[in-house]
Structure formats: C-alpha cells, structure tokens
C-alpha cells in the first residue's frame, strides 16, 4: 500500500482532518499501515505509526469476541437471562427485562436506551480512578429502569453490562481480561483501555461549527475543549466511565492485528487462534430480530450488509466509532478475507473514507 496513492494531504484537506491513519488486513498477511497528518495541531507534531489513537465504539467487537470466547469457555450462556448471570443486573430492572440475554445485548436487541446520560457523565479526567463496574452499572440501570421496548436499539449500556458480567466471570478486571484473552495472543500489545496521562495519545479535534462541536459545547460547556486552531477546537485528555463500550486506545498497527483477529482468529500468519471459527461465524450471522428493520441488521458485535457497496455485493461486517475529537471505521469482509480501518483525528465521515480506500485496494 502506498502512502503516497491511497492516503495524502489532499485527503485531508478534503474531510478537515488534521491526522489520518488507516490499515488494510488481508488474511494470511501482516497488515499493512499508513499515516498522514498531524497529531496535533497545537503543537506541529506528526502523526506517525507509533501515536495512540482513540478507536471509540471499534471496542465493541473486540468485547464481543471476549463475551463469545467465555461462553465456549462455560462462563457465560449466551441465551440464559442476565439476571441469573450478572449480581449487578438482578433487580435493577423493570420486570419485562428480567429474560433479557447476554445474545441480545451483544446485538443491541435488548431495549436499553443511553438517554438521560449526557457526554460529561460518560467521560473522566486521566486522573481520576474508573468506578467498579458493577456498581456503577447498578447506579446507571436503576436511573434506567423505564426502558425502551425490547428489540433492536444501539446502546451503549449495554455493553457496559457485558463488561460488567466479563469482569464477573473472570474474576478480573476487563483490560486485564481482553489483553490476556485476545489483545496479547493477536500481537495489539500497546492497546489499552484508556491512555495514561504520560502516554503520546494523538490530539483530538473537532470542527467548531461541526454537529458535534456545538452539541458537546451544549452539554458541557468548556470542559472537553482546550482552545483552537483555525477551524478546529482542541479536546482535552478524557478518558471514559465505563470503557467496555468504546474505550481501546491504541496505534494503528495495532488495530490491523485486532482486525486481522476478527477476522481470521489470529493477530498475524503464524500466531495462536485467540477467536475459533465458530465464534466468528457467529459475528458474521445476523441477528434474528423480527423488530428490526432492514437496514439496521446486526450480529453478535458487528452491524451487517448483505452486499457491500465497496465487494460487488459479498456481505460485509461493520462499526463505527465516534467521539469528541476522534471518529473511526472498521469494515470486514469474511468472504474476500480482507478488511480495513481507519482512525481519524476529527470528527469527519470515516464510513465514506473506509469505503473509498477499501475499494481502491480491491480494485487495485
């Protein structure tokens, strides 16, 4: 892949981009990764392979994997109530949610909602400790108890159930977990939940009159934002609440192993197989929910196209991840045995961008 033909300032200029980076995976294969841009536009510093990158809600399918690797393991049953499962869950909900499964959080299809919870409570300072996550998922579920009617919602919450009930099971904490179940065996070794204070964490970004920019200013004032640069606000460091649901950092590399993982059940050519065939089968199959409406068809951590605009019509798994300063895409296609990301600095459409520069690479 070259730099210079796929990934330039051009593109960067085009979308408001300070810094892009992107992995193309291809099975069998090392990734191979690209950079251009800024880390931060403050200070001049170039974005290279070695910067942390917020890779946001691009967490959920790697949660997933875990959840599915602990239901092989006896851990977890996928289709039993949570509330028999999780401590944490039991009777914090409305009685209709009593029988709601691990199955149908992991595809959104449990009816949580994220309303009422506003960007500043789901956000930290580095340096203030990250809550238990079982009481803390008490304390949100029990503010939550009038939930959406079951069926297929995106939802946040949700996973940071999962994350609960894996730190439960494991006995563990879920940085702990995920690095010693899937992050080490696929090769992501400098992928964290969440950066330290000291750690070259890339500058977040967002445009000043983008979506984004005014609703964070609506609901928080100054508090994420730490000047700006021309046509772009600065985000200050903040780490989330509850990461199971969007908080892995880490470079670029990384997320092509992590992807090639998915996608193959290995990080590179020769490693341990951390995720079995039938676990990414299962990320791979749609969801059985009749509420669901076509365009919204999920799988166990993935949403789902049963043709690709960027593949002449073979199905494609896909999530995004959006945050304040970082906005990033991940697309997997299991039949082709290839897949793409990208991590932006800014708020910027990264579905448009991952499709483009994935179809540069199938046609090239």
């Known amino acids: 892949m070259s730099g210079g033909d796929v990934v330039n300032e051009n593109m960067l200029l085009a979308r408001s981009i300070p810094g892009l980076a992107i992995t193309v995976v291809r099975a069998g294969r090392p ?13 001049r510093e170039a974005l290279t392979h070695d910067s942390l990158l917020r890779w946001y809600s691009l ?10 690797r602990a239901a092989e393991q006896g851990r977890v049953a996928l289709d039993a109530p949570l509330a028999a499962q999780l401590r944490a869950w039991d009777g914090a909900l409305s009685t209709r949610h009593a029988t709601v499964t691990p199955r149908e959080l992991l595809a959104h299809a449990g009816g949580l909602r994220d309303r009422q919870l506003h960007a500043a409570a789901w956000f930290r300072e580095p340096e203030v400790p990250r809550p238990e996550a079982a009481p803390a998922l008490t304390g949100l579920l029990r503010r939550h108890r009038r939930l959406a009617r079951r069926g297929t919602r995106y939802s ?54 983008g979506s984004m920019a005014v609703l964070l200013r609506l609901l928080t004032g100054r508090r994420f934002v730490d000047g700006r640069v021309g046509k772009h606000l600065l985000m ?31 990080g590179t050519p020769g ?40 593949s002449a019509g073979d199905p494609v798994l896909f999530h995004g991840g959006r945050g304040p300063g970082f906005t990033a895409e991940m697309r997997v296609l299991p039949e082709r045995g290839v897949a793409i990301g990208v991590v932006g600095n800014a708020d910027f459409d990264a579905r448009a961008a991952a499709i483009e520069l994935l179809r540069a690479q199938l046609d090239g």
Not at 59 to 68: F, H, R
């Open 156 to 209: 946040n919450l949700g996973y940071v159930a999962l994350g609960a009930l894996l730190e439960q099971v494991h006995a563990a904490p879920l940085e702990t977990l995920l690095r010693t179940e899937l992050l080490e065996p696929w090769g992501a070794t400098r992928t964290t939940l969440g950066a330290a204070a000291e750690a070259p964490l890339a500058r977040g970004h967002l445009r000043r009159r």
């Open 271 to 310: 490693d341990t197989e951390a995720l079995s065939s039938s676990a990414r089968a299962q990320q791979a199959t749609p969801f059985d929910d009749p509420s669901a409406r076509r365009s919204e068809k999920r799988t166990l951590g993935f949403q789902f196209r049963s043709s690709a605009p960027e």
């Open 59 to 68: 967490t959920k399918p790697v949660v997933a994997a875990a959840v599915l």
């Open 236 to 266: 200050r460091r903040r780490e989330l609440m509850h990461p199971a649901h969007g908080g892995l950092v880490g470079p670029i590399g990384d997320l092509g192993r992590v992807l090639h993982g998915l996608l193959t059940g290995a």
């Open 31 to 43: 990734p191979s990764c690209e950079v251009v841009g800024l880390a931060d536009l403050r200070t």
